[in-house]
Each structure stands twice: as C-alpha cells, then as structure tokens.
Nanobody, 119 residues
C-alpha cells in the first residue's frame, strides 16, 4: 500500500514563505500527475496546483505568481514553494499522486499538513 507523507507546514506571518514536501513510501511505481490541494475549515477541498510527469503545471488563480509546484520523479516526491503567504492561504494542505502502474488509475492522498498564516 502506497502512503504519502507531507511535511513543511507551520505557522508563519503574512508575507513569509513555506516549502511543503510530499514523499511516497516507495519509488517502485510510476507517478503521473502530482498535485496539492487545500481545505480551510468549513470549506471544500480545492486544487492549489498540479504538475504532470512531463513538468506541465497549472495553478489556482488565487496562488498564481506566489506558489510554485515542482517534482522529483526519481524520488516520487512533490514540492510546493509558497511565497508571499496571506491569511487566506490558511488551510490543511494535502498532496495527491495518481498512477496507472497497476492498471486502472489510482489516486493516493496524504494525511495533510496544517499551514497557518497570521496577519
């Protein structure tokens, strides 16, 4: 069973930066899309950023120009660099990895890491 473990969350002030990491428990499978999502209290989980295996990226409008997603295919790890953080970025951040290595597409989720931005 593949597990994803996020790290790098924390409490910061507005304008500061954080870097999140998410690593799969094994490198013995091919990851297609990797993504970061976030969920604020009382709200639905929304896409923040996604990156394909080839490196194409897409971002939510609210984070464009401030967040950068990247990946290391050899390590099955995805990163999210967050700059100019705003209180509205406060949420639990989850990573997701998708694969068809074993047949039909499977999505794996991490347990989440809390990001809190104070004003």
């Amino acid at each position: 069973q593949v597990q994803l473990v996020e790290s790098g969350g924390g409490l910061v002030k507005a304008g500061e930066s954080l870097r999140l990491s998410c690593a799969a428990s094994t490198v013995n499978f091919r990851v297609d899309d990797m993504g970061w999502y976030r969920q604020a209290p009382g709200k639905q989980r929304d896409l923040v950023a996604v990156i394909t295996r080839g490196g194409n990226t897409d971002y939510a409008d609210s984070v464009k120009g401030r967040f950068t997603i990247s990946r290391d295919n050899a390590k099955n790890t995805v990163y999210l660099a967050m700059d100019s953080l705003e209180p509205e970025d406060t949420a639990v951040y989850y990573c997701k990895m998708s694969t068809v290595t074993w047949g039909p597409r499977r999505d794996y989720w991490g347990r989440g890491t809390q990001v809190t931005v104070s004003s």
